[in-house]
């Protein structure tokens, strides 16, 4: 599986960006996308989780109300709508794949279940 992140700028608090991953090669049957972090100094975290054949979307607790995961028809493209930004939301984010159908909470949003990674898009937010 092969996954290019994009999206990624600089943005004053409060402001918006919306990450799109490219996504081709994967021959799974089912497969779970999402959205992980990563800031200097910390440990890579998951934001967000969606299936791609049914199943609920997954938020972390300190995204849900502001970021929105969702991909397209063809599901070759997985997307982050990120609102009302914060200078805590500054990171490197990744897309990445997992081999497998819905996986709830909280695996959804562990690193360890995911297979495929991208290289990362930077997202800074200013105060």
């Known amino acids: 599986v092969h996954l290019v992140e994009s999206g990624g700028g600089s943005v004053q608090a409060g402001g918006t960006l919306k990450l799109s991953c490219t996504v081709s090669?994967?021959?799974?049957?089912?497969?779970?996308m999402g959205w992980f972090r990563q800031a200097p100094g910390k440990s890579r975290e998951g934001v967000a989780s969606?299936?791609?054949?049914?199943?609920?979307?997954i938020y972390a607790d300190s995204v849900k109300g502001r970021f929105n995961i969702s991909r397209d028809s063809a599901q070759n493209t997985l997307f982050l709508q990120m609102s009302s930004l914060r200078p805590e939301d500054t990171a490197m984010y990744y897309c990445?794949?997992?081999?497998?159908?819905?996986?709830?909470?909280?695996?959804?949003?562990?690193?360890?279940?995911?297979?495929?990674w991208g290289q990362g898009t930077q997202v800074t937010v200013s105060s």
């Open positions: 969606i299936p791609t054949r049914g199943g609920p979307e």
């Open positions: 990445a794949a997992a081999a497998s159908g819905w996986v709830p909470p909280p695996a959804a949003l562990s690193t360890e279940i995911y297979n495929d």
């Open positions: 090669g994967y021959t799974y049957s089912y497969i779970t």
